[in-house]
């Protein structure tokens, strides 16, 4: 399994042990960036990652800044990209199950290290259901054709 991963500065230090914490568990990790904690702006790097999974080259994707809502805002803007703030593992495995999210975003100023390893294994051990949701996700994905 491929995952692209990126942060700004100030998800940086909780990017690098997500991205540790998958390699360990056999994943693929492609870091798109930041590589230092510099000030930056994050929908630099939400759109890099927005658009390898949108391209298909990677299977999903992490995002980290402050509170994770900026780069799920960013990401959200690339077309076939469902991008999800999530900050507790229920709501990590619900996105996928029900939403089929397919980029997770955290707030490192909002979840610690423990909660957001929780919240990655959570992401990671849950699949789409499909049935009754597939057909709400084609209706939302519609909505960037209107």
Known sequence: MKVVIGSDHAGYSLKV??????????????????????????????????????????????????????????????????????SDPFCAAATRQHNDANILCLGERVVGVGVALAILDSWCAAEFEGGRHADRIIKMMSIEEK
């Open 17 to 86: 042990k997500m991205a540790d914490h998958l390699r360990t568990k056999s994943y693929e990790v492609i870091d798109m960036g930041v590589d230092t904690p510099e000030r930056c702006d994050y929908p630099d790097y939400a759109y890099r990652v927005a658009k390898a999974v949108s391209n298909k080259e990677a299977d999903w994707g992490l995002l980290v800044c402050g509170t994770g809502i900026g780069m799920s805002m960013s990401a959200n803007k690339v077309p076939g990209i469902r991008a999800a703030v999530v």
